[in-house]
């Protein structure tokens, strides 16, 4: 087994298509064959589902595709560090929150104070970020769930709040109770999110859902969908600080509050802890000048052992 087999499989599992995937990696379609059965051989195992009607992986070319995918994040992360001579890269996963709040204060630090390090940022879910991690693709990670790193114990808390587009709740009872939100269009976290389950307690969608649920699958786009009416979501009300101040958007009254979100640093490569330090102890000036700055809707928490 090898990486130009695992390339082409990986590839393969994305495209469902030998002659597109073999454009993608220069190849011939017979090459990208070849290196497929070589693989099958290889492991023992069928990897392809050849009697279904279409292009279907096996449930061990599910695995394998997971498998490949980490394998080939491990060199390049690699190669991104043994070919660059002059500087010294780290890469940093940041929840979304974290991306678009004190993130590019951070990026921006560090180019200014540390030009000798080059950031790679990764934003995206908790669950994205946790599979870079296992890959072993970053060096540090700063999100919502997982245990908090010893010694970097600092956490940015971002309050939650209903917030929908003003038409939308128009002779609206207001204060709103949660049965009352229930009985709105509503846009939610995936399930994977940190904030699902607790938004879905908050209105029990166990129960019947009487209005439409809209599913958005990163922050960036379920604030899109309420700036377009979708229906009124629990977010973090940083993320949409201009649209509430401009009117376009306004926080919705509620008769109980739904828990904050913390997001805090969760992973660091201590192999590499000397950078890494240098890192976050510009990250913790920078968390707790921005909460400082933005107090009404986001706070910075230290413990006291830090």
């Known amino acids: ?41 290889d492991l023992g195992k069928s990897l392809i589902d050849r009697d279904a009607p279409g292009f279907r ?85 700063f999100t919502a769930s997982g245990d908090r790193m010893a010694g970097w114990d600092f956490t940015t808390r971002y309050t939650v709040g209903w917030v929908a587009r003003p038409d939308l709740i128009t002779g609206r009872d207001l204060p709103m109770t949660p049965e009352g939100l229930r009985e709105m269009p509503l846009v939610l976290y ?32 379920i604030c899109e969908m309420v700036r377009q009416g979708y229906g009124a979501s629990a977010l973090s009300l940083s993320a949409l600080d201009a649209d509430i101040a401009s009117g376009n958007l306004t926080q919705i009254p509620v008769t109980d509050t739904i828990a ?9 490569n201590r192999a590499r802890r000397k950078h890494v330090g240098l890192i976050l102890e510009i990250a913790r000036d920078v968390c707790e000048t921005w909460c400082r700055e933005h107090s009404a809707h986001a706070s910075f928490l230290q413990t006291a052992s830090d």
């Open 260 to 268: 904050p979100l913390d997001v805090a640093c969760t992973y660091i």
């Open 1 to 41: 087994m090898n990486f130009k087999q695992l390339e082409a499989f990986y590839w393969l599992s994305q495209i469902q298509n030998y002659r597109q995937t073999a454009e993608r990696l220069g190849l011939t379609q017979p090459a990208v064959s070849a290196r497929i059965q070589s693989l099958e051989n």
């Open 57 to 141: 992986l096996t449930d061990q070319g599910i695995e394998v595709a997971e498998f490949a995918l980490q394998f080939l994040n491990l060199r390049e992360t690699m190669n991104s560090r043994l070919l660059d001579k002059r500087k010294q890269r780290l890469t940093i996963g940041l929840a979304g929150m974290v991306a678009i709040t004190w993130g590019p204060i951070l990026r921006a630090r560090v180019e200014v104070e540390h030009p000798e390090i080059m950031l790679d940022i990764y934003a995206g879910s908790d669950l994205q970020l946790r599979r870079f991690i296992d890959s072993g693709t970053l060096d540090i990670a």
């Open 190 to 221: 995936p399930k994977t999110s940190p904030l699902f389950n607790p938004v879905a307690e908050y209105v029990d969608e166990m129960r019947s859902q009487p209005a439409p649920r809209h599913y958005g699958n990163s922050l960036a786009t």
